[in-house]
């Protein structure tokens, strides 16, 4: 038998700014889920790490290009949104009669460079941390510092993928754990090597972490994975899971 | 605080056709998870379910049409594999120097139709489940009968995906529970109302427990997910996650 457990923690605060993200999760995960422990990997949602880092557009200050005033009108989205949507991307990969999918200026691949309007304080969109995985890093670093306990540390973000209705949440930022596990080489049941077998081990968990994190009034914007086996890897980044271009198919 | 379990529970028999899995998944989930439990989602690889239901194709019996060989020596696989994914399939979505991305009769769309040659017995391919939708429906029946309790049954399948590397499991069969858990209208943070927010719990469900299924040596073929919210639906389907071509950009 093997187990795991996602533990949601509640936070209570409104995340403004500054918050100090470790100080809450040390302080949450004590009380509701008896205290971070070695081997753990903590998720938390882009969302409140934006928030907290200030990543914070008040649409009013938005200067539209032409471009992004005409592709507002054809996409039926406030100019001032797919302005900041352009700031963020490095280039469109598909346009759709309601949807923007870029690349962003991380190199991620999703909807409207990842920037949302939803959670967000009126008259405010949310953009993605600038550099999630040094978010994740600085946030497993505080953690690391506050508790003495070597734990895992994902960013996540829920994207729209192509072929499958509905959202998933992936990792966009990580430290402390191999975001791929690497099975080619090993042995099947029948003794068979397997020839194409890398598991997207962050994704999978930030998707596992998404059953308990609520995004919208619940407020659970942690989750705590515990029973998980990785790789330990200091060097590690989400970028890691980025598919090069010419690799890809459909980018 | 909120919590979910994900147990693995081993399965030590080899898997042949006619093998009663739901027989196995009562009488391990006693041993290794306290016996199944009203709202359990119950996780089981495809790939097991196609071995008990004998969807092993024999190699040696295939005859390959001059297509199959002719993408066979370009793909640098077996010309009798490349046979079986084009008898899968109803259409190529892409091809690659290593890839054949191809829309299966299910109507999913990834690698090779579904068939795999690993963790098959030497000698023959896997085939996915005819209709793993019927496939979930009948072992979920064959649970509730044998326990009296109310579970939902999930068949996963590890696939790749655009623009990300590796691969994840995702949900391509199901019964019992509504696969997308439709946010829409949901007041967020702010009061402010979410426009696009569908979660594709099924796929987070097989997500998760692809973290305790050990899909090589490991035998851990069966996974229960305990303590996961989830909208009962007696009518829902797998298939359910298909987005239709004409709203897909990338298909």
Chains 1, 2 share one sequence.
Do not use: C, H
């Not at 509701?32 to 914070?56: H, P």
């Not at 008259?123 to 003495?148: C, E, F, Q, V």
């Not at 754990?177 to 598991?199: A, N, Q, T």
Request: hydrophobic share 40%.
């Amino acid at each position: 038998m093997s187990k795991v457990e996602v533990y949601g923690l509640k936070v209570k605060e409104e995340i403004k700014p500054g918050f100090d993200l470790a100080e809450a999760i040390v302080r949450e995960a004590e009380r509701q889920a008896g205290g971070l422990k070695d081997g753990d990997v903590v998720v938390v949602t882009s969302k409140v790490v934006s928030k907290a880092e200030g990543r914070l557009a008040s649409l009013n200050t938005v200067k539209p290009s032409p471009f992004a005033e005409r592709l507002a009108a054809s996409l039926g989205k406030p100019a001032e949104v797919v302005e900041l949507v352009l700031r963020e991307a490095s280039r469109i990969v598909r346009m759709g009669k309601r949807v923007l999918i870029t690349e962003d200026l991380r190199g991620w691949i999703s909807a409207n460079s990842g920037v949302d309007v939803s959670n967000a304080p009126p008259g405010y969109a949310i953009l993605l941390p600038i550099d999630p995985d040094a978010s994740a890093r600085k946030l497993r670093d505080a953690l690391s510092k506050a508790t003495g306990k070597e734990v895992a540390v994902i960013v996540s973000d829920t994207q729209g993928r192509p072929f499958r209705k509905g959202q998933v949440d992936v990792a966009v930022g990580l430290a402390g754990l191999k975001p791929i596990w690497d099975r080619k080489g090993e042995k099947d049941l029948y003794g068979y090597s397997l020839r194409i077998k890398e598991i997207a081990l962050a994704d999978e968990l930030a998707s596992a972490a998404e059953l308990v994190i609520g995004q919208a009034a619940e407020a659970t914007p942690v989750a705590i994975i515990r029973g998980v086996s990785y790789e330990k890897d200091e060097k590690a980044e989400a970028k890691d899971l980025q598919r090069p271009r010419p690799e890809d198919l459909f980018a």
